[in-house]
């Protein structure tokens, strides 16, 4: 959709601000697509593709850790910026622009982004993590 | 050179006091020859861990500071069992019971102290004991084995360590002391009530003053009886009413003595060749009857007596913990609260037992009191110790900011090198850092091993890692069972006790304030399980916090669908059960249902919408396939159709499942109940086991047959069935509390012993048992069987719900 010559950015309205509890994130379906919609407090929201590079997890389900969430199944790591796989990796998600207008969530999902990595910070696995990520299968 | 003579030293006394002061001279040049009278027939033992002796928490062996080879390798000739009964200081002679002459050039005297008894009759009977060294600990763990009841006489810090140990031993104890409060020499009368109840909880009985008239009996006691008529029948009695000096010897050789041989700053006495160190000692008219200014005596004895005079010995502040398992008590410097110009800043928390109290004068701290939560120790030592002016910083006095994460270690390096760290080994805060340093040392235990600081009662084991971390830097390697998690680096032991004490009921607000705020995958589970395990209920969860599983009640899949298993107590179902589920499964469309390892039906690859719906068709409980929880007990047919069988472990089974159901735990458990020991349902590679016998069962723990298999060790074995399930309950209460997160049972029995495990479990006193099954009671009274609740009642209306937008969504344009 254009107007005055500059693409106009299609937002999508996909849930009330409270729809999802803080800190949680819900899988998002929409045009056949999966997508992973994250409430992070604060009125402040996050989107990435629904499913984590490595094996397919359902990262809607997996635990916030600031601006990151770790992948149900195995515990990678991925950021809510970039979508970049912050452990183990390499792999990398779409990232969506989301805003909040009002009461109503609203995602942008025509213009996901592969952004370029963050620096990646060495995050040391520590023998622990892996033990977690046994514990948890 | 080789001619020279070195100069004769001989000590008397091999206490921890004279061997450290040795340990201490050998550091500077080996001039002398050493010769050491030991009245014991001990190598250099640990005094102060006698209590854990006592306590069955450590065995004798393993207290012993110096083996043989330590004497040997140092040309140190040791007299075991040879008593000096004599110096003539003009001849420089000292005189032995078997009245061997030995000549000294410097005589070091560290005699050490000896028990007072006070004069009551009938100290002498039978089943009458002190409690000071090494025969005297053989001898009450000896005659404890046929006694059921003890009186302890005095309440003090050795009195009370005493009782603890007896009754862990079984008996019934009583603790007799003659002032109105216990411990009155280190607290005031609050900590006293404080300490009383604590006690009290142990299942030991405090009577407060009591003069003790007689010790009662024919040839063994029998009784003790007080001046107020009153009698306590016993069949034991241990006198602990403090320590007198040792000075006999001293008096021989005609040194100057008050209460103590006296010396000075150098620790000289009033003879040129004779010197004194440790609580035989008087220095500025104290007595010190506590390990670590012993050792700061040693050290400068050791130069003052190697020629290297220079250091002195200004006092020490007098500190002391209580070592009774569960007690956490510190007292230090004047606590008193009587006397001009003193302020007091106090907090009082009856319901957990928290007393804290500081002293002030002129904006500087002079005594403290620690009851319940003792891990600001040091630092108000340190307070103490330096004097330090605390106007600035008043508000935060008790309770400290939380520190920034990464400064946290540098409080500990602007300490001076000279600072006892470690006050039962005696290591300073300079040999730490230069072991790091020389040996590359990077983690906790490495320092524990090169130093042994840390190694005694382990309380310091604090800030020896914060050194360690100041030191090292980033080489810093954190024990993998240490911390948590980077996120919140604590201890897991230190924060289940922060929990508590500060009542935080929110894993946010432990992020927050002791931690990184984010948390992760692995912090914020372990953390929900500690809230949850600590407050029983009495918070509100955050199931954001948890991972998948927790929130939705049900085992994630790889495709990110749900297992379904309900629970089937025993592995026993009926055939309307069974028509239930083949009906759900089919209305699910269910892709597969499959039996499980575990004796159950697990209905794989449901929607995560479709869970609620499911549960309330079912009807049945939830199996908590999915969680670190009671997971089932599987079972045999036993004596109800197995002609082997010679026990009932069906019903059995079904009951210890009934008991445990629902209930949350550091790591999944499960169990097993066969009726005999072919073992048909694998009992001995559980968590939990009963194993019928005839006329009995087996209770077995910390087996496995995952990752790891491993044979399940034998708690017990008893007649009942009763006994059975009891014995299994005090240890899986024992394990939930005590465990950490994630922590099977196989590595927690490794890990913590199984000895000890039975002493605090099976052979505990009653009131320690019963502590065990009340609060197993409250938190089965706290547990809901969470699918019948959120199949109604989702804690959010989204919990089972994902957010499906209609194809024909339209776009909005906003600016």
């Known amino acids: ?137 | 050179m080789t001619n020279l003579k070195k100069e004769m030293l001989v000590v008397v006394g091999n206490g921890m006091a004279g061997i450290a002061c040795v340990e201490a001279i050998l550091k500077h040049n080996p001039r002398f020859e050493i010769t050491i009278l030991s009245e014991e027939p001990y190598y250099n033992y640990n005094r102060i861990l006698l209590s854990s002796v006592l306590a069955g928490e450590k065995p004798l062996e393993e207290i012993y500071i110096n083996t043989q080879e330590w004497y040997e390798k140092n040309n140190i000739n040791l007299k075991l069992g040879a008593k000096a009964v004599d110096v003539r200081s003009d001849e420089k002679v000292v005189i032995t019971d078997s009245e061997e002459i030995i000549s000294y050039d410097k005589l070091l005297l560290a005699t050490g102290s000896d028990p007072f008894i006070p004069p009551i009759e009938g100290v002498q009977k039978e089943g009458v004991y002190t409690f000071r060294n090494m025969v005297d600990t053989n001898g009450i763990l000896e005659y404890c084995k046929k006694a059921k009841k003890a009186v302890v006489i005095g309440g003090g810090l050795l009195g009370l360590e005493a009782a603890r140990g007896i009754a862990n031993q079984g008996l019934q104890v009583t603790v007799v002391h003659l002032m109105d409060r216990l411990m009155d020499v280190q607290l005031d009368g609050v900590g006293g009530q404080f300490l009383k109840r604590e006690i009290e909880k142990l299942g030991i009985e405090v009577l407060l003053n009591k003069n003790t008239a007689k010790i009662m009996g024919d040839k063994c006691v029998d009784g003790v009886l007080f001046k107020d008529g009153s009698i306590v029948p016993t069949d034991m009695v241990v006198i602990a009413c403090g320590i007198r000096p040792n000075v006999a010897l001293a008096k021989k050789a005609g040194l100057k003595i008050n209460r103590g041989i006296v010396v000075n700053d150098l620790m000289e006495t009033s003879d040129p060749s004779i010197f004194a160190v440790g609580e035989c000692v008087e220095h500025n008219g104290k007595v010190y009857g506590l390990v670590a200014p012993l050792y700061d005596q040693g050290k400068v004895l050791a130069a003052t007596i190697t020629g290297n005079k220079g250091p002195v010995y200004a006092g020490s502040v007098l500190a002391t913990k209580l070592k009774v398992m569960g007690i956490e008590l510190f007292s230090a410097g004047d606590y008193k609260d009587e006397g001009e110009g003193k302020e007091r800043v106090s907090y009082e928390d009856h319901a957990f037992g928290v007393y804290k109290k500081l002293m002030i004068q002129q904006s500087r701290v002079t005594g403290c009191i620690l009851i319940g939560d003792t891990r600001d120790a040091n630092r108000f030592l340190e307070m103490i110790r330096k004097e330090e002016n605390v106007s600035d910083n008043r508000k935060n006095l008790l309770f400290e900011e939380a520190p920034a994460v990464a400064g946290s270690e540098n409080d500990v390096m602007s300490l001076p090198d000279s600072e006892t760290i470690c006050g039962c080994i005696g290591v300073s805060k300079g040999t730490i850092v230069s072991s790091i340093r020389d040996k590359g040392l990077n983690t906790l235990s490495d320092v524990k091993k090169c130093t042994r600081a840390s190694t005694g009662c382990g309380t310091c084991s604090g800030v020896v890692e914060r050194i360690l971390k100041a030191v090292c830097g980033a080489e810093f390697q954190a024990e993998k069972k240490d911390i948590l998690c980077h996120c919140v680096p604590y201890a897991k032991t230190q924060l289940r006790h922060m929990i508590r004490t500060q009542e935080l009921r929110k894993v946010q607000d432990i992020l927050d304030i002791y931690g990184n705020r984010t948390g992760c995958s692995s912090c914020k589970p372990a953390l929900s399980f500690l809230v949850d395990e600590v407050w029983l209920g009495d918070h509100k969860e955050d199931r954001s916090k948890r991972f998948i599983n927790d929130r939705v009640h049900a085992n994630i899949q790889k495709d990110g669908t749900f297992s379904v298993v309900p629970r089937m107590r025993g592995g026993v179902t009926s055939p309307a059960e069974l028509r239930k589920i083949a009906d759900v499964a089919e209305k699910y469309k269910v892709p597969m249902v499959k039996v499980t390892g575990s004796q159950r039906l697990d209905l794989l690859g449901v929607k995560k919408e479709d869970l609620p719906k499911i549960w309330a068709e079912l009807g049945m409980p939830s199996g908590h396939a999915y969680a670190k929880a009671v997971r089932m007990v599987k079972s045999c047919v036993g004596t109800d159709f197995c002609r082997f069988g010679t026990q009932n472990s069906i019903e059995t089974g079904i009951e210890l499942e009934r008991m445990f159901e629902n209930l949350y735990t550091p790591a999944k458990v499960k169990m097993g109940c066969v009726g005999c020991p072919r073992n048909c349902a694998e009992a001995t590679v559980k968590d939990i086991g009963l194993v019928g016998i005839e006329g009995g069962w087996q209770v077995v723990i910390g087996g496995a047959a995952g990752k790891i298999v491993r044979a399940a060790d034998i708690l017990c074995t008893v007649t009942t069935t009763e006994e059975a399930l009891d014995s299994a309950a005090l240890f899986f209460q024992y394990y939930r509390e005590n465990g950490e997160y994630l922590e099977r049972t196989y590595d927690f029995v490794v890990r913590v012993g199984l000895e000890k495990i039975r002493y605090e479990t099976i052979l505990a006193v009653d009131e320690i048992k019963q502590g065990l099954r009340d609060r197993l009671k409250k938190s089965k009274e706290h547990a809901v069987e969470p699918w019948s609740v959120e199949s109604k009642k989702h804690v959010h209306p989204m919990q089972f719900q994902e957010l499906v937008l209609p194809k024909e969504a339209e776009a909005l344009i906003l600016d």
């Open chain 1, 1 to 137: 959709m254009k107007k005055d010559g500059i693409e106009k950015i299609k937002w999508f309205k996909v849930a009330k601000t409270d729809a999802i509890p803080i800190q949680e994130g819900r899988r998002v379906y929409f045009k056949g697509q999966e997508f992973a919609l994250f409430n992070l407090g604060n009125c402040e929201f996050s989107v990435l593709d629904g499913r984590c590079p490595h094996k397919q997890g359902p990262l809607a389900d997996g635990i916030l850790a600031g601006k990151a969430v770790f992948c149900p199944l195995h515990n990678w790591k991925i950021s809510l910026k970039t979508g970049c796989a912050m452990t183990y990796g390499p792999g990398q998600v779409k990232v969506y622009p989301t805003k909040v207008a009002g009461k109503d969530v609203y995602v942008a999902f025509n213009d996901g982004l592969l952004c370029e990595p963050e620096e990646r910070v060495p995050v040391i696995v520590t023998e622990e993590e892996d033990d977690m990520k046994v514990a948890n299968q």
